[in-house]
């Protein structure tokens, strides 16, 4: 069973940064493109950031880039999310999630997907 689980979520201040992390239970997963989504209650879930199989190739969300950084381990069966200067309204829930393809922006694309983890920014 391929299992991802996100953990660094909490509460900050506004402008404070927090880092994110999402480990594979499977090294099949090291081949995969993963990708970083969230979602606030009542809304869709939205795409944050993306990273390719080998590490080499990265995508953001206009409203992210410049403050978040998404990587993967030497191994990539972790992947991370660098969240810098944090605003309120990157208040959500953050699910990592894996796809045996190019990464895309598209949730109904990913196939394997983590719990999630809290992010909760105040003013």
């Known amino acids: 069973q391929v299992q991802l689980e996100e953990s660094g979520g909490g509460f900050v201040q506004a402008g404070n940064s927090l880092s994110l992390s999402c480990a594979a239970s499977?090294?099949?997963?090291?081949?995969?493109?993963m990708g970083w989504f969230r979602q606030a209650p009542g809304k869709e879930r939205e795409f944050v950031a993306a990273i390719n199989w080998s590490g080499s190739s990265a995508n953001y969300a206009d409203s992210v880039k410049g403050r978040f950084t998404i990587s993967r381990d030497s191994a990539k069966i972790t992947v991370f999310l660098q969240m810098n200067n944090l605003k309120a309204e990157d208040t959500a829930v953050y699910y990592c999630?894996?796809?045996?393809?190019?990464?895309?922006?598209?949730?109904?694309?990913?196939?394997?997907w983590g719990q999630g983890t809290q992010v909760t920014v105040s003013s």
């Open positions: 499977d090294r099949t997963l090291a081949s995969y493109a």
């Open positions: 999630a894996a796809r045996p393809m190019t990464s895309t922006k598209y949730p109904e694309d990913y196939a394997i």
